[in-house]
């Protein structure tokens, strides 16, 4: 039986390029956002589940975080980095209208974002406007040739919706990348005979206790002393009241026997509370012969 992977959608999504690089003939789900993307992994109604969850310029993508840390029994397998090309599309009937003419530009929030510069300059007294993602927004160009609107999102997206691209590479910044993470309901670490390994992660959350001066530097210090490298550590609020936050840490090693067990066991002696989100491996996809984006 053929395994299903659910993506945030719809078709053309940057997020489907991840997917098309990690897996081969599954079946493959859009959804309309990320928590039901996330939902659906975990009430097994798929078996895995791709979702975008930093970027270069834009930082971490919190609701995939915030929704990762709620979600029971759902465990990072596997990641992929996609360098990120942004363009402009708009209606074929609308190809040779001046830009300046456009009332609204639509795409992901994160893709505005990456290319702010441009908006400001080149079309200042246009609109942006927020969709789910950036093939929805060329989705919609591709609906309402009526309208005079353009969409923010890469070359499939331009592809899936026979929408030419009137202005190619808008992003502000050429060093721009997106982590995917591959979920799972189990946690055995998902291997990819498509693309080259490039390490190993081990993603944790810690919780502090609210009455230990100096639990911060404590629970940096378990890993220092181990010489275990930490790529990120972020705080995040709990959501269970003000001043309360618990802490997002990659250490780049596989989860061992010794030193990364040895130092939960140490932070947890402070009394805090440690998650293992997922151990996995990680792939930098190359881009060629495709666009990619958030």
Known sequence: ?????????????????????????????????????????????????????????????????????????????????????????????????????????????HAIAQCHAFLRNQLPNVKAQSMTSTAAAAEYVSKHPEEKVAAIANHLAAKEYDLPIVKKDIHDFDNNHTRFVVLHKEDTALTSNKLEEKGYKTTITVSLPSDRPGALHQVLSAFAWRNLNLSKIESRPMKTGLGNYYFLIDIEQKLDEVLIPNAIAEMESLGCSVDILGSYPYYLHSGNGVTLAV
């Open 1 to 109: 039986m053929s395994e299903t992977i659910g993506y945030l959608g719809p078709k053309g999504t940057f997020t489907k390029i991840a997917v098309d690089s990690m897996f081969n003939g599954e079946v493959k789900k859009g959804f309309t956002n990320i928590p039901e993307c996330i939902d659906a992994v975990r009430n097994e109604e798929i078996d895995y589940a791709v979702v975008p969850l930093e970027n270069t310029i834009e930082g971490t993508v919190n609701i995939t975080l915030d929704y990762l840390i709620q979600a029971e029994n759902v465990k990072i397998v596997s990641e992929v980095i996609v360098p990120i090309r942004q363009h402009l599309m708009v209606h074929s009937d609308n190809a040779e209208e001046p830009l300046d003419q456009l009332d609204v530009i639509y795409s992901h929030p």
